[in-house]
């Protein structure tokens, strides 16, 4: 998702303050990938990273929102708590190895998780924003994704003061000895240019 929205329109511009470099990009859906034995220079993940031989730069975070249709809400109601979720369609991502349950945050400071259910799930979350703004039921999506949405009204957000999860992002390149001025270039230009789309 971050890789088609903000990353392809980022490369050519790093390529051209970097005119001896190429780049191969992969944009893959799979949750896993070895990056050491797949030889890949630095790959871009969302979640909490605890593999011991990466070296994790955090970008910052993207803030996630329960939301739907206005017409979606005005057919089933609006939840007043999370725990509401339970009697509504809820489109489901496993991408994020969190399908069945959203975590919030209470406005005591008390992090939480909620039962959700619905009827289809899917490994893409362009996917399941593209079912929400269809109507389907309830998203639990990035504010990438649906920032533009929200402001126009298409969709309308619920929930917002139990602080839905928001999803940290980094920057993983390999543990060595050298690290490749390549690599440390083009991390630093996403800190950089990645800056104004994400809190600190």
């Given at each position: 998702?971050?890789?088609?929205?903000?990353?392809?329109?980022?490369?050519?511009?790093?390529?051209?303050?970097?005119?001896?470099?190429?780049?191969e990009?992969?944009?893959?859906?799979?949750?896993?990938?070895?990056?050491?034995?797949?030889?890949?220079?630095?790959?871009?993940?969302?979640?909490?990273?605890?593999?011991?031989?990466?070296i994790?730069?955090?970008?910052?975070?993207?803030?996630?929102?329960?939301?739907?249709?206005?017409?979606?809400?005005?057919?089933?109601?609006?939840?007043?708590?999370?725990?509401?979720?339970?009697?509504?369609?809820?489109?489901?991502?496993?991408?994020?190895?969190?399908?069945?349950?959203?975590?919030?945050?209470?406005?005591?400071?008390?992090?939480?998780?909620?039962?959700?259910?619905?009827?289809?799930?899917?490994?893409?979350?362009?996917?399941?924003?593209?079912?929400?703004?269809?109507?389907?039921?309830?998203?639990?999506?990035?504010?990438?994704?649906?920032?533009?949405?929200?402001?126009?009204?298409?969709?309308?957000?619920?929930?917002?003061?139990?602080?839905?999860?928001?999803?940290?992002?980094?920057?993983l390149?390999?543990?060595?000895?050298?690290?490749?001025?390549?690599?440390?270039?083009?991390?630093?230009?996403?800190v950089?240019?990645?800056?104004?789309?994400?809190t600190?």
């Amino acid at each position: 998702m971050l890789g088609h929205t903000r990353i392809t329109k980022l490369v050519p511009k790093f390529l051209d303050e970097n005119p001896l470099t190429t780049i191969e990009f992969d944009l893959t859906a799979r949750y896993v990938v070895c990056i050491v034995e797949e030889g890949y220079d630095v790959a871009i993940r969302f979640g909490g990273q605890a593999d011991s031989a990466l070296i994790a730069r955090r970008l910052g975070e993207v803030r996630n929102y329960v939301c739907a249709t206005p017409e979606y809400w005005d057919r089933h109601g609006r939840p007043a708590h999370p725990d509401d979720l339970a009697d509504h369609s809820c489109v489901l991502s496993n991408f994020a190895k969190r399908l069945g349950t959203w975590p919030f945050v209470g406005p005591d400071g008390a992090a939480f998780d909620t039962a959700v259910g619905g009827r289809i799930s899917t490994n893409s979350v362009e996917a399941a924003y593209q079912m929400t703004i269809a109507g389907f039921g309830i998203g639990n999506l990035p504010s990438l994704l649906v920032d533009a949405a929200i402001g126009d009204g298409r969709l309308e957000v619920q929930l917002d003061e139990f602080r839905p999860d928001s999803s940290p992002i980094y920057a993983l390149y390999p543990h060595r000895t050298y690290i490749a001025a390549k690599v440390r270039a083009f991390v630093d230009f996403l800190v950089r240019e990645l800056s104004a789309d994400f809190t600190a």
